[in-house]
């Protein structure tokens, strides 16, 4: 009986460490393997022309730092948004926003399972009141 617990003791110990050796090294291999986080500068043109991507490489999720804090929606009309964004992707999430842009895969590490988006809320006059980075 106690060579088995032995057994079974080293087993858990070892699958233990694998998993921490594993997440240890998870976000270098990410860069390693490509998974691009860096920042880019916002660019109108590449933004409107790149469609939303369900992955951690999504040109809109390394510019959406960038456009918050150099262009940000906060106070441009509803065509002014659309003219430097687009057009609001087509979601039924977050309802309770007036326009909706999926960014990508959440930042944070290579096994997100969420998405980012980018919402805005508008005021009566169609004007953007509100601008958030909200998650899935």
């Not at 918050?68 to 309770?96: C, I, K, M, Q, W």
């Given at each position: 009986?106690?060579?088995?617990?032995?057994?079974?003791?080293?087993?858990?110990?070892?699958?233990?460490?694998?998993?921490?050796?594993?997440?240890?090294?998870?976000?270098?291999?990410?860069?390693?393997?490509?998974?691009?986080?860096?920042?880019?500068?916002?660019?109108s043109d590449?933004?409107?022309?790149?469609?939303?991507?369900?992955?951690?490489?999504?040109?809109?999720?390394?510019?959406?730092?960038?456009?918050?804090?150099?262009?940000?929606?906060?106070?441009?009309?509803?065509?002014?948004?659309?003219?430097?964004?687009?057009?609001?992707?087509?979601?039924?999430?977050?309802?309770?926003?007036?326009?909706?842009y999926h960014?990508?895969?959440?930042?944070?590490?290579?096994?997100?399972?969420?998405?980012?988006?980018?919402?805005?809320?508008?005021?009566?006059?169609?004007?953007?009141?509100?601008?958030?980075?909200?998650?899935?």
């Amino acid at each position: 009986m106690t060579w088995r617990r032995t057994i079974i003791g080293g087993c858990i110990l070892l699958a233990t460490g694998a998993m921490l050796l594993a997440l240890l090294l998870a976000e270098p291999l990410a860069g390693y393997y490509g998974l691009d986080f860096s920042p880019t500068p916002f660019d109108s043109d590449i933004w409107r022309g790149s469609p939303s991507d369900d992955t951690h490489h999504s040109i809109r999720l390394r510019m959406v730092d960038d456009l918050l804090a150099r262009h940000s929606p906060v106070g441009r009309t509803r065509a002014n948004v659309v003219a430097l964004l687009g057009e609001p992707d087509g979601t039924t999430y977050f309802s309770d926003f007036d326009m909706v842009y999926h960014l990508g895969l959440e930042r944070g590490g290579a096994f997100s399972i969420d998405s980012e988006w980018l919402v805005l809320r508008l005021d009566d006059a169609g004007v953007v009141q509100e601008a958030l980075l909200v998650t899935d």
